[in-house]
C-alpha cells in the first residue's frame, strides 16, 4: 500500500529577495540619515540619503530582471520610499534651520512630508492604470520621491560649499520646501529613465561620462550632487514638451489607425 505523496514545503528563492533586501537597506538608510540630523553630523546624514536613493533604484530594477515582483515588495518601497525621502528630508530640514522660523517651519516641512505621502499614493494607485498609452509609462507624473528628497536638500548641500549663511536662513529653505512639494504632486509629466538605451556609437562615451562622476563623486562630491541635481531640473521642462509632443501625434495618428515614430521609438518594452 503506498502512501501518497505529501507536497513539499518550497522555500522562496533568495534571488526573489535581494530586491526586498535592497528595500531593506534604503529604509536603514534613511532611518540612519535621521540619527545623524540629531546629532547634527548633517554631511553623513545626507550621504545615508544617497544611499538610500542608490538603494532605492537598485531593488526595482533587480525585480523585474529576477521577477521578483510582488505586491508585499510594492508596500514595502512605499513604505521605504516615505521614511527615506518623506520623513527624513523633513526632520533634517527642520534640525538643521527651519526650527528657527517656530510654528511656521514646522507646518512647512509637515507640508513636504504629506506632499511626499500623497505623491505616493498616487503612484500606487496608478501603477496599473489601464487607461495609460505604452509610451506614457516613459514618464512620472510629478517629480519622484528621491528626486523630490535631493532637490529639497540642495540648500543645505549648497552650504558645504559655501562660507555664506544665505542658504540657511529659513525664508531661502522654505521657498525649497514649498516648490518641491508642489512638484511632487503637481501632475508634471518627468522623465522616469527606465528604458535609456544607448546606441553602439555613444557606448564609449557613456562609460566615460560615468567614469568620471565616479571620479568626481569622490574628489568633490558635493559639487558632483550639485551639478547632477540641477542637470535633472534642467530636463523638466524637456520632460513636459517631450510629453505633449508625443500626446499631439498620439492624437493625430488615433483617427488614422497608425503609431508615430515617435511614439513606436519611447514605447516600454517591458
Known sequence: MFRPRQAKLRGLSFNKMIPNMLTMLALCAGLTSIRYGLEGRWEPANVALVFA????????RLARMLHGTSKFGAELDSLSDFVGFGVAPAVLLYLWTMKDAGPIGWVLVLLFSVCCALRLARFN????????????????TGVPAPAGAGLVMLP???????????????????????AVAGLLISKLPTYSFKNIRVQHRFVLLTMLIVGAIAALSVSAPWLTLTVILVAYICTLPFGLRSYRRLEREAAQLKKGGGIP??????????
Open 156 to 178: 543645505m548641500i549648497l552650504s558645504f560649499q559655501m562660507e555664506s549663511d544665505f542658504v540657511r536662513e529659513p525664508a531661502v529653505v522654505a521657498l525649497f520646501i514649498i
Open 261 to 270: 515614430a515617435a511614439v513606436r521609438d519611447e514605447d516600454d518594452t517591458e
Open 53 to 60: 536613493a542608490i538603494f532605492d533604484a537598485l531593488d526595482g
Open 125 to 140: 494607485t496608478n501603477i496599473d492604470e489601464p487607461e495609460l498609452p505604452p509610451w506614457a509609462k516613459n514618464y512620472f
